[in-house]
């Protein structure tokens, strides 16, 4: 028992470091990234405010002035090393820095802002899919036939789909030629959020068309793993065994499913853990409002706090759940955390 013990405290403790080393790798390379594309994000910056209050562009030498105070402020005139220390002991503190987009919010709040649309988006369809993929599959395979055929044949074309062209055939649809869903945004235009009837119906109508794409182009994926891992379960011995003894494919089919599930939990520990990224092509067709949209602004403004903060963030996320799985996994099979 003592034996035990001491090999799971082992395995904790090589997992822990393991996943501090490859997340420190990470993040510098999340710092190091943004920098190396050839643009001036500061410049950028003050251009477009000028743009907006003189309708036009400001020279270069009028722009110098604001533009020394803006490194001042965002701390980009020093040394690329003490840029990167910084960095790293901001992160632990919980100050992600100012955002030069949205400047003068903070990454933390734009950030914890945005995430509950996203989780509200991501999570429910996510596993709903989850659930509903794993299940058609298993039940193609089990049942092969006709049915087999045409949902793996409709399965490798969606999920060749990609999410902007099935965001924009619904947004054809059901927003410009029916009229039936509302576009762009989490709820209308000047509505103040609240518990009421008409705003949970005003949000549903907006959430709609984002949920049913994420839906849709997860299930299937789903479906195509479980339906292979739930045929090659079916050519195990005690499968065919127990077919040759007569045992009733509503048992058998419990096991198969049972058997095969393991791995696609797994895989929706993984795919949740990248839920604070949100879906970025996906919020971006539909104006959702969430941590994907953001970053996706971020990007394209080339707002260094905003990305390196934001994407710091995912990639916690995603450890931790990495790091949950490989523990449940320690706890239910001896044998892992003996070998890892």
Known sequence: MVALKNKMIKFILKRITHFVLLYFI?????????????????????????????????????IAGPYKLMIRAFKLGRPIIEQYISFIGSFFTGDLGISIRFYPRTVMDLVFSSLPYTLALIIPATILAWIVGNYMGAVAAYKRGVLDKILTNLAIFMIHVPPYWFGFILIFFFVINN????????????????????????????????????????????????????????????????????????????????NSLLPQITGLAITLGFALGGQLIVENVFAYPGTGLIISMGIASLDYPLIQGAFAIIVASLFIANFLVDFIYALVDPRIRVGG
């Open 26 to 62: 990470t993040i510098t390379f999340i710092f190091l990234l943004p920098r190396i594309i050839p643009s001036n994000p500061l410049y950028q910056y003050i251009q477009d405010i000028s743009s907006r209050l003189t309708q036009g562009f400001l020279t270069p030498e009028q």
């Open 179 to 258: 009229r039936i869903f509302p576009y762009g945004g989490a709820y209308s235009y000047g509505t103040t959020p609240s518990l009421t009837l008409d705003f949970i119906i005003d949000f549903l109508s907006h959430y709609t068309l984002p949920f049913l794409t994420v839906f849709f182009l997860q299930i299937f994926s789903w479906y195509l793993g479980m339906r292979f891992l739930a045929k090659y379960e079916m050519s195990s011995d005690y499968i065919q065994f127990s077919e040759l003894m007569g045992v009733k494919d509503k048992i058998l089919f419990k096991y198969v499913f049972r």
